[in-house]
């Protein structure tokens, strides 16, 4: 999103001609629902009812949104955003080019422009705002008004915003402001359950069920000490990581030590009752 | 057994060259264990010594206590020994210390028994004289008058602390016992009879294995991440019972664990055995291969605690065999109504539960079999005469190892490997215990069983193999002791007070609660710069709310330093953080930034090299400090200062006012403390504010009423602030230190004591991320501040310019 100043012509297609196929997810990712989670989705679609999901780190947050994208074969636009991102990352602005100044579009108006699910991961992230511009996106309105240009747009009637964030991890600096969170509808999203974790590894990498099951209950001995020393658990995502890993070959106590117990926690009591859970484990 | 002829025994006799008639007693007695245990040369060297100790002039004790006790001695650490020996006894003998000969010769003996080379005994020989050296007393240069108080009381503790304690940790304890008591005589030999709480402490320090304490934090972890269970943890104490070893429990109040577990070194036999019968492994790669993991070359690499060559369990283990046993019970054990059964009955349901719960520990987690079996005793099959002992115990414990052995992943989740189980592995060829180890198996297969359905097959067990003998007084003990897991209280419930149960401990009467009438004190150590080590919980903080005043006087203060007030206004809001700050020429930005970029693109059309920089971004510029404010409030802040009607304390209230309010502008967290002692028992810290509460009346009324006594004990003061700003989540922690003179209190005789500690304390701070700055009111501070606080310190030599400086002082630190 963010501009170096590039010195050379304009390319003469306008806005409009964005090939919105790029944004198209080709494949179908693989996505285990946990309870009515897509229908619920498809039913905010049809209506173009903002979405935010929430959910702590690696649930599955963004997967399931890219899946739905897939299944409703709509283009997704994803922002990441983070603490530098302000409101012309999103919008757009104006370049500079050999004639004069030209307006870039920013990954939120293409989305409004092509009918594209505009997804905001984090968007806590970003600060207080930046947030502030999806607003009257959000309502009846359905408009974007970028006044640098001058311009109003309407939305593409395919068009639906989507945000996430992390309720566990946010401080009291971070947290959206109650005029954004009561513009959306919410999915809470959580760890799977044991058996649907063990499914999802074993579906995910090919691991056999045995080992994907150890895996998961070295992920709940983590999960269970949150608050006790550890902000996030073990995440759906690092289970997958370890998984793999041994799929390729690593031998288990390696593979966890290396995706679930070294990314998460510099704590050293807590990496030895970790690794005691490894050994207990996999026995 | 040699025999020895009567002449010889007389030549012996003779040479002794003693008219004591008590040595007749025990003469012939001690001369055949000699014969046993020295050589001829050895002999000679023993009768000399005798005879010398019968010469000393202290009656026949030594003597006797010699012929006794030195054969066993020889036999623990060898002859040669002897001249050292001697040589302490001659000169404790010049000493005043003579008395402590008989104490010295009656615990040899046992010493020696737990000292296995003659290198050791030398090393407990020289903390011996070490210690008659520095603990016997002179008085106006004399030369040694009166005998060390402590010397005898630590002979008489020495087998029991050698029991405990590596001979380092001897030393340090003795060490330690010198110097802290060494002018105190009754203290002294409180210290060295173990008496005092201080001595215990620093033996518990000491200690070899791991102390509940280190590892305190890591067992709730593993209760809550492995378990998802939480129970207060409570250590009893081991070291002092010698005769009745206390046993793991768990009641209402918490979970009963031993204070101190060593590791436990496996006898090697046990893994030979399995090697060779093979189809047992106790640790090891063929057990992971059956029971599902894909082998793997990198398997080697990753040894458990038992697998590989150093067969060793850590302590940190055995606490969570322990752990995990209760933990097992708490889920799934129902409690029993014991009243009619027998306490054989009894005691065969507790082994058979314990492996009930066992196995379904196993299930879930599979490495903890290893664990158990390394804990688990294994008893020797025919180990137990059922002719003549009560072999029951046995018999349960080969039945539980067994099962322990055998247990696998029946039933466990996601389809283990069951056929690759096999129930004979164990080795045992009794039948019957075969029988049961089938029924148990088939019995876990249906799930969880119960209780009442282990109880049930315990019962059959007890009947089926019931013998005569199990009456029998005299019961098979050996290797039938398992000691991670629990006294099993929990298990029974007796409907009638039965005839064990004496009426005697009935219900204790509760005291009616106390009035709580402040916080229970923190304790801190101290560092004793002579030793270079701490002294564990040496000083005792008492915190509490600062009385308040009037918040009307901090008003005044303010109002009459309203001109400094308005210059540091005017600092303050440059300082100020600003949300936003711009960045201009920036490659990469958030904004164009149009004049720079009209210009590049002047340059640019002018054909000239364009300034790429032509973005602009923006910085959040927040300030991230929170500020710990420790004022010292000893006596001597009552002084007067020179050449003005004010005290210290005044013009420091004003200066804390003037700051608290800077830092209130800032808005930066600000706690302010006051700190006094009177001895190490009783350092006061009184809160004046917290991190949390604003610069209100509340907190400007407190700040009035400070008041100055009492000493200086500084080292305690900065823990304590270090304990609460440690906490805060804050990008920078300063600690300012408001003191006018040296740390010091009455208690402590050496100057350097409390500036060393205080020094230490700094390092601490340092290490936790808290950067301390003292101000110094103290003229001549120089000699010792830049000590305790290296570079980052000031002195006000103009004290009436505190109230000035010290916002201006915070300001420059912040900027």
């Known amino acids: ?158 068009f639906q915003l989507v945000i996430s964030y992390n309720p566990g991890y946010q401080n009291l600096m971070k947290d959206l402001k109650q005029s954004t969170k009561q ?49 996030e658990g073990i995440s759906t995502r690092l289970l997958v990581y370890a998984a793999t890993l041994i799929k390729d070959g690593v031998h288990p106590h390696d593979a966890c030590r290396m995706a679930l117990v070294q990314p998460i926690t510099d704590d050293a009591d807590i990496r030895d009752t970790l690794e005691h859970a490894i050994d207990a484990s996999f026995a | 057994m040699t025999a020895i002829t009567t002449e010889q025994l007389h030549a012996y006799r003779t040479r002794l060259d003693t008219r004591f008639a008590q040595v007749d007693d025990i003469f012939e007695a001690s001369m055949a264990e000699a014969i046993i245990s020295l050589s001829s040369r050895g002999i000679e060297a023993y009768l000399d010594a005798a005879r010398a100790l019968g010469k000393l002039g202290r009656g026949a004790e030594p003597m006797l206590i010699f012929l006794e006790e030195w054969p066993a001695v020889a036999a623990a650490v060898g002859e040669d020994s002897l001249p050292k020996v001697m040589q302490l006894v001659s000169g404790l003998q010049r000493s005043p210390n003579s008395r402590a000969i008989n104490a010295f010769l009656q615990t040899l003996a046992a010493v020696a028994r737990r000292l296995p080379s003659s290198e050791q005994l030398d090393d407990y020989l020289a903390i011996v004289s070490d210690l008659t050296e520095r603990t016997t007393g002179s008085i106006h240069g004399h030369h040694t008058t009166f005998p060390s108080p402590g010397l005898p009381e630590f002979l008489a503790q020495a087998p029991f602390l050698l029991n405990q304690l590596a001979l380092a940790g001897v030393k340090n304890w003795v060490d330690y016992g010198i110097r802290n008591y060494n002018h105190h005589p009754e203290r002294q030999a409180e210290y060295f009879s173990l008496q005092s709480a201080d001595s215990r402490a620093v033996m518990q320090r000491e200690r070899h294995g791991t102390l509940f304490v280190d590892v305190e934090r890591k067992l709730d972890l593993y209760l809550r991440g492995l378990w998802n269970d939480s129970e207060q943890l409570v250590p009893y104490s081991t070291a002092f019972d010698e005769l009745r070893k206390p046993i793991p429990y768990y009641d209402k109040l918490g979970i009963r664990v031993p204070d101190v577990y060593e590791d436990l070194i496996l006898p090697s036999p046990v893994n030979g055995e399995s090697a060779a019968r093979g189809a047992q492994p106790v640790g090891g790669e063929g057990e992971a291969g059956g029971e599902g993991n894909p082998p793997s070359p990198g398997a080697s690499r990753h040894p458990l605690p038992l697998a590989g060559e150093g067969l060793s369990i850590s302590g940190l283990d055995r606490y969570r065999a322990t752990l995990a046993h209760i933990v097992g019970h708490r889920r799934w054990s129902q409690p029993q109504i014991a009243d009619n059964w027998s306490p054989f009955q009894r005691m065969a349901v507790e082994f058979f539960e314990d492996c009930r719960i066992e196995t379904l520990l196993i299930r879930e987690y599979p490495g903890l079999r290893r664990l158990f079996l390394g804990l688990h005793p294994k008893p020797v099959e025919d180990a137990c005469d059922p002719e003549t002992t009560s072999c029951l115990r046995h018999r349960l414990a080969m039945l539980s190892r067994a099962l322990l052995e055998t247990a696998g992943a029946h039933g466990a989740p996601y389809g283990e490997l069951n056929a690759a189980l096999d129930h004979t592995r164990h080795g045992y060829t009794d039948p019957a215990l075969r029988e049961f180890v089938e029924r148990f198996h088939e019995l876990m297969a249906t799930g969880n069983a119960s209780t009442r359905e282990i109880a049930g097959l315990a019962l ?102 309203a001109g400094t007030a308005k210059q540091l206004k005017r600092i303050l809001d440059l300082l100020k953080p600003q949300d936003k700050v711009r960045i201009r020429y920036q490659e990469e930005g958030s904004e164009l930034d149009l004049d720079v970029a009209i210009r590049a693109l002047i340059d640019f059309k ?16 927040g300030r991230d400090i929170a500020v710990s404010l420790v004022l010292d409030l000893s006596e001597s802040l009552n002084e007067k200062v020179a050449g003005s009607e004010q005290t210290i304390l005044q013009l420091s209230q004003e200066a804390v006012s003037l700051l608290a309010w800077a830092i209130d502008k800032l808005g930066d967290p600000l706690a302010i403390a006051g700190f006094a002692s009177n001895t190490r028992h009783d350092v006061r810290y009184q809160h004046i504010k917290g991190f949390g509460e604003d ?75 808290i950067f301390t700055y003292c101000i110094s009111l103290d003229p001549k501070a120089d000699e010792y501040v830049s000590d305790i606080f290296g570079r980052q310190y000031t002195v006000i030599d103009r004290i009436e310019t505190l109230p000035e400086k010290l916002p201006e002082l915070f300001i420059a630190l912040t900027k």
């Open chain 1, 183 to 231: 513009r959306f509808t919410g999915f809470a999203f959580d760890y799977p359950t044991a058996e649907l974790e063990t499914s999802i590894l074993a579906k995910e990498t090919g691991l056999d069920e045995a080992n994907a099951a150890k895996l998961v209950k070295i992920g709940h001995t983590a999960r269970n000490l949150k608050g006790h020393g550890l902000d």
């Open chain 2, 606 to 621: 002018g054909g000239a090299q364009p300034d790429p920089r032509i973005n602009m971004s923006h910085r959040t510029a």
């Open chain 1, 1 to 158: 999103m963010r501009t170096a100043f590039m010195v050379r012509m304009a390319h003469p297609t306008g806005v409009h001609m964005i090939d919105k196929d790029q944004y198209l997810v080709k494949k179908e990712p693989f996505y285990q629902q946990q309870r009515n989670e897509v229908a619920l989705y498809e039913a905010a679609y049809r209506n173009k009812l903002p979405v935010m999901v929430k959910g702590p780190t690696g649930c599955g947050k963004s997967r399931f949104i890219e899946y739905m994208a897939w299944k409703l074969n709509k283009p997704l636009i994803t922002v990441a955003c983070n603490e530098d991102m302000t409101a012309s990352d999103l919008v757009g602005r104006y370049l500079l080019d050999a004639n004069g100044t030209r307006w870039l579009d920013g990954p939120l108006t293409t989305a409004a422009r092509i009918g594209a699910i505009c997804y905001l991961d984090e968007i806590v992230e970003a600060r207080q705002d930046t947030t502030v511009v999806i607003h009257p996106l959000t309502d009846h309105r359905r408009t974007l008004p970028l006044d640098k240009k001058g311009e109003l747009i309407e939305a593409h009637p395919d």
């Open chain 2, 695 to 769: 610069w209100n009346d509340e907190v400007k009324g407190r700040l009035a009423a400070i008041k100055a006594g009492f000493s200086t004990r500084m080292g305690a003061a900065m823990r304590h602030a270090g304990h609460y700003l440690s906490k805060r989540k804050a990008d920078k922690k300063l600690m300012l230190i408001l003191t006018d003179g040296q740390p010091a209190d009455i208690d402590v005789t050496d100057p350097r004591a409390l500036i060393e500690d205080a020094r230490q304390a700094v390092n601490e701070l340092d290490r936790d991320g």
């Open chain 2, 460 to 561: 059959s067990y007890v009947a089926k193999t019931r013998r005569q003998s199990d009456q029998f007084a005299k019961v098979h003990f050996d290797n039938t002791v398992i000691d991670y897991r629990d006294d099993n209280r929990q298990l029974w419930q007796f409907i009638e007070s039965g005839d064990e149960e004496e009426a005697f401990d009935e219900k204790r009467k509760i005291e009616p609660d106390q009035e709580i009438t402040g916080l229970p004190p923190r304790h801190y150590p101290e560092w004793d710069y002579n030793s270079q080590s701490y002294r564990p919980d040496w000083v005792s903080v008492y915190e509490a709310l600062h009385p308040s005043g009037n918040a009307a006087d901090i008003d005044k203060l303010l109002q009459k330093n």
